[in-house]
């Protein structure tokens, strides 16, 4: 069973920093992973999503890799803007299912 | 382009009520999904959805809870008998035929559903 875990829960940054979120699953058999940034009261936005055959993927000021052997998504953000504030979610499918499991997300905060 | 609409964006029902929530996809996409998000949860998985079939239901609650997505038309999130329980954010996300699997997930606003 596919279970994600996303660490910190909450991170506070001044703006201008560079700063990676770590994402970990259980199950290293994924078909993808997929980063999503979420607003309070808001629905979610897709970043980045990595095939497993890929290590990472680039858009803008943020690269997310991949490596399955240890279970381990890095969501990097260069140079953080006060934008950037929000809740950011990792995901990955159940097995073989279309079901995808979702971590709790790490809280983003970037201070001006 | 519109992506994934939901509607209502906010719902407010009292104990026993039924609540219908709606998801129309992005254009073009055949697959639907539901999920929830419990204050303070993540979000957990309800159904998979293709036009007039449910694929997979394994998060759907037993009793009081169904969905449907018709040829024509939105997919529709029906709770019956609502519970303060059942309060929540219901996100519909839908993908291109190839399914999850080979493609990403778009996600839509949400409804919020508020019981009494």
């Known amino acids: 069973k596919q279970e994600v875990t996303q660490i910190p829960a909450a991170l506070s940054v001044p703006e201008g920093e560079n700063l990676v979120l770590n994402c970990s699953f259980t199950?290293?058999?994924?078909?993808?992973l997929q980063w999503f940034r979420q607003d309070p009261g808001k629905g979610l936005t897709s970043l980045l999503l990595?095939?497993?055959?890929?290590r990472e993927q680039t858009s803008g000021r943020l690269n997310a890799s991949l490596d399955k052997s240890s279970g381990r998504s890095t969501l990097y953000i260069a140079a953080s803007q006060p934008g950037d504030s929000a809740t950011y979610l990792c995901?990955?499918?159940?097995?073989?299912?279309?079901?995808?499991?979702f971590g709790k997300g790490t809280k983003l905060t970037v201070n001006p | 382009n519109a992506g994934v609409m939901q509607n209502p964006r906010h719902l407010v029902r009292r104990r026993g009520q039924e609540a219908r929530l709606r998801c129309s996809p992005v254009?073009?996409?055949?697959?639907v999904y539901w999920y929830r998000q419990l204050p303070e949860e993540g979000l957990k998985f309800m159904v998979y959805?293709?036009?007039?079939?449910?694929?997979?239901e394994s998060g759907m609650p037993k009793e009081r809870f169904s969905a449907e997505f018709p040829k024509e038309g939105p997919s529709i999130l029906r709770i019956q008998q609502v519970v303060r329980g059942d309060s929540a954010a219901y996100f519909c996300?839908?993908?291109?035929?190839?399914?999850?699997?080979?493609?990403?997930?778009?996600f839509g606003e949400g409804s919020r559903l508020t019981v009494l």
């Open positions: 995901a990955s499918p159940q097995g073989g299912s279309e079901k995808l499991v």
């Open positions: 959805l293709q036009k007039e079939n449910i694929i997979d």
């Open positions: 990595i095939q497993s055959s890929q």
């Open positions: 199950d290293s058999a994924i078909y993808n």
């Open positions: 254009k073009g996409h055949s697959h």
């Open positions: 996300a839908s993908s291109s035929p190839g399914g999850r699997n080979t493609g990403e997930l778009f």
